[in-house]
């Protein structure tokens, strides 16, 4: 009998030591924007071998791929939670993704890391949803103080992506900021997808203004820029963080050499020791530099694994009272502070395409 209760002792032991914690991972993996998930998907790898174990347990990655949708989005959260029995969500990128995906987390209690979802609704009147990137208005200001007081703009043409929310929020942040300086707004609309801009750059040649901001992503600003340029325009072309993306050089070619755009991170514009590692083991592995993405995959992993080491448990409510009261956590696109409404505190980017390639300009903190 004694020989049965050790033997029974030694497998509740083996199998307490093969329990892992899981977290999940909702990221567009395929679809419009899968660039996007595919940069995210390497930082957040690259932080599960620099932290592969919290609480003395192996940590579980499970990816659910949203394919780019809005309705896949809330699915997989869902999933996750439901039968991976993740105890943390690691996304998303797009805005609408997160919005879609974290209204189901915010139901079911778990908390959410989005890396990326910089529109303000995202967490806005939530208890579980979080975000290790800058918001809208923030990044919205900084674009159009650069612009205004560096590039000396007086006059843009405002080209908003009218089904996605990040670009409707954004260029609302960004007209705001740029009027209240003195400048003058023209607005121009497209959607998700579309190929020709030809009516809307015809208006915009028109009015002739000093810069186009386009605030969508890096498939529509790529082409915009193309066909901006055989048209003739020959002023400055700005756009956000949707912008930071290899496609956006791929598709627009020439077209988008010196697109000054504002994101999250840079290697040359690395502050912190985490960074300088994160980028040293990032080259090491793929073999190149490090995007923004990347980078902010690479925070949401570690500032959720913070977390959980500093409630000392896995319980999804303990989790997520540790991440709002994350404080000068130093990660890899700088030092990072989790507010009460779960917003990050951090600078704006800048970066700038020149030959070819995302070069740093500066780091700025907007005064709004």
Known sequence: MRKLLVTLLLVLAVLGMAETIKIGVVLPMTGGIAAFGQMTWEGVQIAHEFKPKVLGKDIELVLLDNRSDKVEAANAVARAIDYEKVVAILGQVASSH?????????KKGIPMVSSSSTNPLVTQGKKYVNRVCFIDPYQGAAMAEFAYNQLGVKSVAVFTDIEQDYSVGLSAFFRAAFKKLGGTVFNEFYRTGDQDFTAQLTDVLNKNPDAIYVTGYY?????????????????????????????????????VENLYFTTHFHP????????????EKYREKYGKDPSALAALGFDAYMVIVNAIERAGSTDPDKIAAEIRNTKNYEGAT?????????????PVVINKIENGKFEYVTSLIPSV
Not at 98 to 106: F, H, I, P, R, T
């Open 219 to 255: 498939p529509e600003i790529a082409l915009l820029s193309r066909q901006a340029r055989d048209l003739g325009y020959q002023g400055y072309i700005l756009a956000g963080d949707g912008a930071d993306a290899p496609e956006t050089i791929q598709i627009g070619g020439e077209a």
């Open 268 to 279: 040359k514009g690395a502050t912190t020791e985490l960074g300088r590692k994160f980028i």
């Open 98 to 106: 997160s919005l879609a995906g974290g209204a189901v987390a915010e």
């Open 334 to 346: 700088g030092v990072i502070t989790i507010d009460k409404e779960g917003n990050a505190l951090k």
